[in-house]
């Protein structure tokens, strides 16, 4: 193209060390006619013209990237620096050593060195040499390039500016004062300043006209373009200035949390991790933007869980269901549900999903499996995202024991002895001897009859029947409205003689299951979401008690 500059947020893309498979911070850079992003997995994507190769990246991980006018550079998860494109005057040829960042210009690179010192390459042949880094330590450098002019700027420890090369239109003379970050446009220079506030110099075209007043307020970042600038507000919208032609100086709505002004487009990332950008667009450059951008992704793990064998009417331990949005886009759980024969033997107890999921992270979800009937058990754990595909489904299976044996009841109280029986008769007296000598002894009489044993006392009191469900009671109104889904909230309040833990409800109308629905217990509530079609049915009330056990009932169901 011959005429370009590139700057990023602020000409400055810190790199974080990450091993190499490291999550990354998405980052957008916009060049001369070709754009280029930090995925999730800390590869590199770009797009638009490749007519040098500048849109071909190299394998491995990055945690910055920066595009120049037709070529690009990058800084490795190991700290060193890679680019790529043209190399007519060793731009694309990197000083060796370790950086925090990297920016790429027109016809040469510059980078900030892990001990603060600066190096630059590429563009030489002016006299005299102005693409001579100056000496000190610095915390931020932004290489600018106008029709082959070369000229960069660098923030100092002591934040003041240095800029040093061309100084056509003043762009090369940065106002007194102290920033914390520069950029290097065409013939202009912009800079974020200690106040947070938006400033510039030079001119806003190649004839340097002069430059509009920077926008006011409290600015977080700031780019510059061609000719033109953009900066993050603090209330994280965007505000552009200087040559609109084809837009760029029109940014989209919404809110960011980074920016890149190049020659003629600009991009900048959502703060949901979408990337944007607007602009010419003549070599693809703005649309279209690769899917791995702009939407999530959803990665589930395991698509199956097998329970063993669970006793009825018992709750197993939990086991745990991933999901990671592998794109940079938020990811929403919209809904968790289960289908299948058996979706009224499985719950999930506690789940990290509930918000939205930022590009490279992972939620969990814990499954415990409760069965009520002898028999296999099947079901699938349904998952709704806003991702492509939207559905995501986890297989399920388990195996019902047989039912526990409850503990046995005290023994009951012993019954009364039975009434004695009555005295068998006496036998009659012998008659006396003649006197003289003594007579043998009489024999003795014979023993009375056995007396008939008593009736048996009556059986003792049964023994407790242990805790159990005794009663609940159901009311339900309608929820909020929730993602465009009306709810009907429904509140169990029970009767029992154990602490209940968590409950659920199975809604049946003419022998059909309309809904179910499951909670966890609070001050003696359970509170249970259901579609706002429910209004009626028979209820049939699972609670699981402290103990892991199951008490069922069945009663009415009819909305208040």
């Known amino acids: 193209m011959g005429r370009t500059m590139r700057s990023v947020v602020g000409a400055l893309v810190v790199a974080a060390l990450a091993p190499a498979g490291a999550q990354a911070a998405v980052q957008a850079s916009a060049g001369g006619a070709h754009s280029c992003a930090v995925k999730v997995d800390a590869t590199i994507a770009c797009w638009g013209s490749n007519s040098h190769g500048q849109a ?3 394998g491995g991980t990055f945690s910055a990237v920066d595009t120049g006018g037709l070529h690009t550079c990058g800084v490795r998860s190991d700290s060193t620096v890679a680019c790529w494109g043209k190399n007519d005057d060793g731009e694309s040829t990197p000083a060796s050593g370790t950086f925090s960042s990297v920016s790429a210009g027109g016809d040469h690179s510059c980078g900030l060195r892990t001990d603060g010192t600066l190096a630059c390459w590429g563009r030489n042949t002016q006299s005299p040499p102005h693409n001579v880094a100056p000496l000190g330590t610095y915390r931020a450098v932004s290489a600018g390039n106008t029709a082959g002019t070369t000229w960069s700027c660098a923030v100092a420890t002591s934040d003041a500016i240095t800029c040093w090369g061309y100084n056509t239109y003043g762009r090369g003379s940065p106002p007194l004062g102290t920033f914390t970050d520069a950029s290097a446009g065409g013939t202009h220079g912009c800079a974020l300043t200690t106040a947070a506030g938006f400033a ?36 994280a919208t965007l505000a552009c200035l200087g040559d609109d032609t084809g837009g760029r100086a029109t940014p989209p709505a919404g809110t960011f949390r980074s920016l890149s002004a190049g020659y003629s487009h600009a991009c900048a990332v959502r703060s949901n991790g979408a990337v944007a950008c607007w602009g010419a667009n003549a070599s693809g450059q703005v649309s279209p933007i ?23 009417t018992t709750v197993s331990e939990p086991q745990e269901v991933t999901v990671t949005n ?78 526990p044996q409850g503990p046995q009841g005290p023994q009951g109280p012993q019954g009364p002895d039975g009434t004695a029986g009555t005295d ?12 003289g000598t003594d007579g043998a002894d009489g024999m003795n009489g014979a023993t009375g009859a056995t007396g008939q044993p008593g009736p ?16 609940a009671t159901i009311a339900c109104k309608r929820a909020k409205v929730r993602r465009k889904r009306v709810r009907v909230r429904c509140t169990l309040k029970l009767a029992v003689t154990s602490q209940v833990r968590a409950a659920r409800i199975t809604v049946t109308r003419k022998g059909r299951v309309v809904a179910r629905g499951t909670g966890l217990a609070s001050r003696g509530r359970v509170r249970i979401p259901l579609p706002a079609a429910v209004r009626g049915g028979s209820v049939r009330v699972v609670t699981i008690d402290r103990a892991g056990r199951l008490r069922a009932t069945r009663t009415r169901l009819g909305r208040r």
């Not at 023994?463 to 005794?470: C, H, M, N, V, W």
Request: net charge negative.
């Open 326 to 403: 592998t794109g940079a886009a938020d990811l929403e759980i919209e809904g968790e549900s289960f289908s299948g024969p058996a979706a009224s033997d499985f719950f999930v107890g506690a789940s990290t999903c509930r918000g939205p999921l930022p590009g490279g992270e992972t939620c969990r979800l814990w499954v415990h499996f409760a069965p009520h009937s002898k028999e296999e058990a099947t079901a699938k754990l349904v998952l709704d995202t806003n991702a492509t595909p939207a559905t995501y489904e986890v297989d399920l299976r388990g195996i019902a024991g047989a039912l």
């Open 290 to 312: 690769p899917t791995a951008l702009t939407r999530p992704a959803a990665e589930v793990a395991p698509r199956g869980l097998d329970f063993p064998s669970q006793p009825q």
């Open 200 to 235: 510039c110099w030079g001119g806003f075209s190649a004839n340097g006209a002069p430059m509009s007043t920077p926008p006011g307020g409290i600015f977080t970042a700031i780019s510059a373009g061609y000719d033109y600038a953009c900066g993050i507000r603090e209330d």
């Open 56 to 58: 071909t990246p190299p």
């Open 424 to 435: 068998g008769t006496d036998g009659t007296n012998g008659t006396d001897g003649e006197d």
């Open 456 to 471: 048996a006392g009556p059986p003792g009191a049964k023994g407790d029947r242990g805790a159990g469900l005794t009663g």
